[in-house]
């Protein structure tokens, strides 16, 4: 097997969490083999980056370039395919930088691609056995790959806890090694989601609404229901990208993290882009009419029902307390 | 522009419990609702939706089987001018790689300055854009919910992390992955339907565009699936059970000791 890389996410100087689950995924990946972490970037920022890597992995390569200030994936990839020697198992996380890297590099690096990747059952000579989801997260399924000849694996975040690795290895300089780094997008800028009329992120209790609202106009229940219990209004991805209630409120990866107290998910499936935005171990409670949902593996408290029959019965009951 | 959007036929997860077969090996798939990949739909109406104001022509293609042809004409029914359909018993069992492969030769048949794909499909995956920009040699970017067009070159915005817009300049020809909520897919009636029922989609096999059986399919797939099963996630949620009047009770109970009424 190749020699194995993870690909370290940082900002302002800090490593992304997932800079220590990736390791924690290598070595079920390739048990026993040395991880190397490759970070690029440029100046002090990526210094300090390397530093605190150098602790936790066996090598840190270093890529110093100046059109590596921003991680543009195609900027990136160019960098990684001169770098990273053929052959390697190329490890990334499967968020909104490494789906837009990695389906690419694969091809480039002339290896497989593995994506989203949730769980490891095992290698097999140079066959690895990787668990996905489908389907929204309503199935399971268990993936070969022979990964003798190398991959680029995308790990989903959060799935690989962190587990304290230590190694202690020195930053190998290898900005020599970038090569041509020109390419046909350039980075401009970010700009800042704009801030909301309720400011979700700081709410202790949520009610949160999902596709099973089914119509603009059914939104009405669920403020009621709000207002009973002196909750805040949140939502999944679809009632956003439905333009029924503003950005602002969406909880998930592309939107909003909180971290209430009770959050009840009402007619939201959970997928982990939703999951993901919810932190601080809140008490869920799930209402939904699919049993099949992937928010029952974590609500500690489910319901099978339509919310639009089961919200108004329970505001009325809350209301008469 | 010539917009070429790459869609898929899926199962519906909106109107489906997907459950699996008693082989262990699929899902159950009769009795399925099959849909437009929801992503693709955007792709779709954002690709007419430049064509509005740019001119230039919408094609959607799709790798798939007589039963895929009906979400062609669905998607020319919202306004994309030609369809095509990949189809080849040479395709079938292929994997992310082996659909860019057959994409990529469709890609080469035409003249197109900007190929769309979804952001993801049904298996979640997100990765037939990016294999399909790197194969062609196209500047890529992904999760793309903006796109004002430019001469010889887009603004994009790309969805990132917390409601953050990432805004590229990508030159042309390019290949994006359009992220749901992009636009407002227009909707499509029945009567749009059947005025395109009669129009002609070409079928291309593999030969037809220069693809290489041997490249594609399931005996070239390097990732492939072993089975489906339902993770044993524990315990999950406690069910709560009974008439609608008692599990409000009991739900009323929780959120009292839970702190979520106020």
């Known amino acids: ?321 | 522009m010539e917009i070429l959007v790459c869609v898929k036929r899926v199962p519906d997860t909106s109107e489906n419990e997907i459950v699996i077969n008693s082989g262990g090996n699929d899902i159950e798939r009769d009795d399925l609702v099959y849909s437009v990949n929801e992503w693709d739909n955007y792709a779709v109406e954002e690709a007419i939706q430049i064509v509005d104001k740019v001119g230039g022509s919408v094609t959607v293609v799709t790798v798939g089987d007589d039963e895929s042809e009906e979400v062609l004409r669905r998607e020319m029914a919202m306004g994309a001018n030609n369809g095509i359909l990949l189809t080849d018993d040479a395709f079938e069992g292929s994997d992310g790689k082996g659909i860019a492969t057959i994409l990529k030769g469709a890609v080469e048949k035409g003249n197109y300055d900007l190929i769309l794909t979804g952001a993801q499909a049904d298996a979640g995956a997100a990765q037939v854009g990016g294999m399909l920009a790197a194969m062609l040699d196209y500047p890529y970017a992904s999760l793309v919910n903006l796109i004002e067009a430019g001469d010889g070159k887009l603004m994009i915005g790309r969805e990132i992390e917390g409601g953050n817009q990432e805004m590229n300049e990508i030159e042309l020809p390019c290949v994006l992955s359009i992220q749901t909520g992009i636009n407002e897919p227009r909707y499509v009636g029945i009567r749009g339907i059947r005025k395109v029922a009669s129009v002609e989609i070409p079928e291309l096999g593999a030969a037809d565009i220069g693809v290489d059986a041997s490249a594609v399919g399931e005996a070239a797939a390097k990732v492939k699936r072993v089975d489906y099963f339902v993770p044993d996630t524990g315990e999950g949620a406690e069910m709560l059970t009974g008439s609608t009047e008692e599990i409000i009770d009991k739900l009323i109970e929780y959120l009292k000791a839970k702190g979520g009424l106020k």
């Not at chain 1, 990136?76 to 020697?85: E, F, G, I, Q, S």
């Not at chain 1, 389906?103 to 290896?111: A, E, Q, R, T």
């Open chain 1, 1 to 321: 097997m190749g020699e194995v890389f993870a690909y370290i996410k940082h900002a302002q100087g800090v490593a992304d969490d997932s800079a220590l689950e990736l390791i924690v995924a290598a070595k079920k990946i390739a048990p026993g083999a040395p991880v190397t972490a490759v970070v690029t970037g440029t100046g002090a920022d990526l210094d300090k980056v390397c530093t605190a890597m150098a602790a936790v992995y066996n090598a840190v390569w270093k890529i110093d370039n100046a059109a590596l200030a921003y991680p543009n994936a195609e900027v990136v990839r160019k960098a990684l395919v001169n770098v990273v020697p053929a052959g390697s198992i190329v490890l990334l996380p499967h968020d909104t930088f490494g789906m837009d890297l990695g389906p690419g590099l694969s091809i480039k690096m002339n290896v497989p691609f593995v994506a989203d990747i949730v769980g490891v059952d095992g290698v097999d000579g140079g066959t690895l056995k990787a668990v996905r989801q489908e389907f929204s997260g309503q199935v399971s399924t268990h993936v070969s790959c022979d990964i003798s000849g190398g991959a680029v694996m995308n790990i989903r975040g959060g799935v690989f806890q962190a587990d304290g690795s230590a190694a202690g290895g020195a930053v190998v300089d290898k900005s020599g090694e970038a090569g041509d780094l020109s390419a046909k997008r350039k980075f401009i800028e970010v700009v800042a989601a704009e801030a909301g009329d309720v400011d979700i992120t700081k709410s202790e209790v949520l009610v949160s609404v999902g596709r099973g609202i089914e119509d603009q106009e059914n939104l009405e229940i669920v403020f009621e229901l709000a207002k009973a219990m002196g909750a805040d209004v949140s939502c999944s991805r679809p009632i956003v990208d439905a333009k029924w209630l503003e950005k602002s409120r969406q909880v998930g990866t592309s939107g909003q993290t909180v971290k209430p107290k009770v959050y009840m998910a009402m007619g939201i499936s959970g997928s982990f882009q939703h999951m993901g935005g919810l932190k601080g171990n809140p008490f869920i409670v799930a209402v939904n009419k699919n049993t099949k949902a992937p928010i029952f593996q974590v609500a500690d408290v489910g319901i099978e029902a339509n919310i639009l029959e089961f919200i108004p019965e329970l505001t009325e009951k809350i209301q008469e307390l």
